[in-house]
């Protein structure tokens, strides 16, 4: 379990600020030749494409090694601003206030990786499994995918189980997410329902298993980096897709080109990317970080630092309800009125209403919801502040959902950090 909680980042370290990497071109820079330029996490392939030339001598690289000259910047190309918690494997969180627009673009989609990327990610050839216990067994290409089912396109929020882990004290191990695990792309694809229905789920089938084509960091190819499910009842809704295009685009090779799970509104572990194969199970899976404390919760609320036996914990499914300030960001200086505004959202559910405090909580004032773009997208709103002088000021946002359930002020503390849903809160200096 000691991948899991690797965590040799540095917080808040701006990626677009790094001088050394900032606009330059990937073949042009020569690295810095230390330990970490060596253990990159980008596939081959990846590079390979990039640079445009073949490497005579690929056979002899390790699993997981990245070629020194090619070594930085090439995994959060086609990113734009996002902070890189870890390398190995990539983990890049978005600041709040880049994730301001309604439908998150690609560049500024957070990418958590647990293992080492595909290094072929090729549509062409790429084929899914639909096997287990299903009447037929299926495999298919993408076009296929796309030729038999429905082709829908939907706005669907991905949150990673640990965004906020960052906050947490005692501190729980882990990547330090602070606010930018979560997105809403635009997803284009087809229901797993409709695959599933078509492979034949048979009457005994109680869970998902998911499998994807990325390494284990250890470079073993016996073992798997991540593969998770979702009760079958939440494999059958509407709104669970099989992704082949983001944002009308082909999928970024780092949120699981060419072929990806969304399931919107639980813990983004689900979503499997580099998607490979769905097995039909009649047990709960028991895939790597399925088991144990991963993405799960005690089953009762704990004091801080806690220690709760394996078997009290339970499987996180839907995330809480949740919302985001984008504008203005935090500690930015304003005039004495301004426009607030962001997302909230909330796993399974829709948002009732939005409210927001500028005197620490004593008075709140409702914001304009937006309906959600579709079925599990994030809810957008806004609303026009007045400050009675200047100084300095907290607006506080607190979402509660279409279930009565509001954010809260303090974090449900866990051992593993997940599930943080506290009032984002931003700093202003109003002049
Ligand atoms: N194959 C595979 N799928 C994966 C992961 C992974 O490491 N490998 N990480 C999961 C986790 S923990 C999250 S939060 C989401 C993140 O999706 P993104 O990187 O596109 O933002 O992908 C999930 N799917
Ligand atoms: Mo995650």
Not at 34 to 51: H, Y
Request: charged share 20%.
């Amino acid at each position: 379990m000691g991948y899991d909680d690797k965590n040799g980042q540095e917080p808040g370290k701006h990626f677009a600020d790094s001088p050394a990497t900032a606009g330059v071109d990937v073949l042009v820079r020569a690295p810095a030749p230390n330990r970490r330029s060596f253990l990159r996490n980008a596939g081959l392939m990846t590079v390979g494409a990039a640079v445009g030339m073949t490497i005579p001598f690929h056979r002899n690289i390790p699993p997981g090694f990245v070629p020194a000259a090619f070594a930085q910047g090439d995994a959060l190309s086609g990113k734009d601003g996002l902070s890189l918690l870890n390398d190995r494997p990539v983990n890049a969180e978005t600041p709040p206030e880049l994730l301001d627009d309604p439908i998150t673009p690609t560049n500024r989609h957070f990418i958590r990786n647990n293992g080492i990327v595909p290094e072929d990610m090729a549509t062409d050839g790429w084929t899914l499994t639909i096997d287990g216990l299903v009447d037929n067994p299926m495999e298919m290409s993408i076009a296929d995918l796309q030729n038999q089912f429905e082709v829908v396109t939907m706005a669907l929020t991905l949150e990673c189980g640990g965004n906020g882990r960052a906050f947490f004290d005692p501190p729980a191990s882990g990547n330090q997410w602070t606010y930018g695990a979560v997105a809403c792309a635009n997803w284009t694809g087809v229901r797993l329902k409709d695959v599933l229905e078509t492979a034949g789920v048979q009457d005994n089938v109680v869970y998902t298993a998911h499998y994807g084509a990325d390494a284990h960091l250890s470079g073993d190819p016996s073992k798997l980096p991540i593969s998770r499910g979702v009760p079958i009842a939440k494999a059958m809704t509407d709104n669970v897709l099989i992704a082949f295009q983001m944002n009308g685009e082909d999928l970024h090779p780092m949120n699981g080109a060419p072929l990806r799970l969304v399931v919107p509104g639980w813990p983004g572990s689900c979503s499997q990317k580099w998607l490979k194969r769905i097995q039909l199970r009649e047990v709960v899976h028991d895939g790597p970080k399925m088991t144990g404390t991963s993405y799960r919760v005690p089953a009762y609320p704990v004091a801080p630092g806690t220690d709760v036996p394996e078997e009290d914990f339970v499987i996180i499914e839907r995330m809480p309800v949740k919302s985001l300030i984008t504008f203005p960001a935090n500690g930015a200086e304003t005039g004495t009125s301004t426009e607030v505004r962001g997302h909230a959202w909330s796993g399974d559910r829709s948002i009732d209403r939005l409210d927001i405090s500028i005197d620490f909580g004593a008075t709140w004032q409702s914001a304009e919801l937006d309906a959600p773009a579709s079925d599990g997208a994030w809810q957008n709103w806004r609303a026009n502040v007045e400050f009675p002088q200047p100084g300095y000021y907290e607006i506080w946002a607190r979402a509660t959902d279409s279930e009565g359930e509001m954010q809260p002020f303090a974090i449900d503390w866990n051992p593993k950090g997940y599930l943080n849903n506290t009032m984002h809160r931003v700093g202003l200096k109003v002049a």
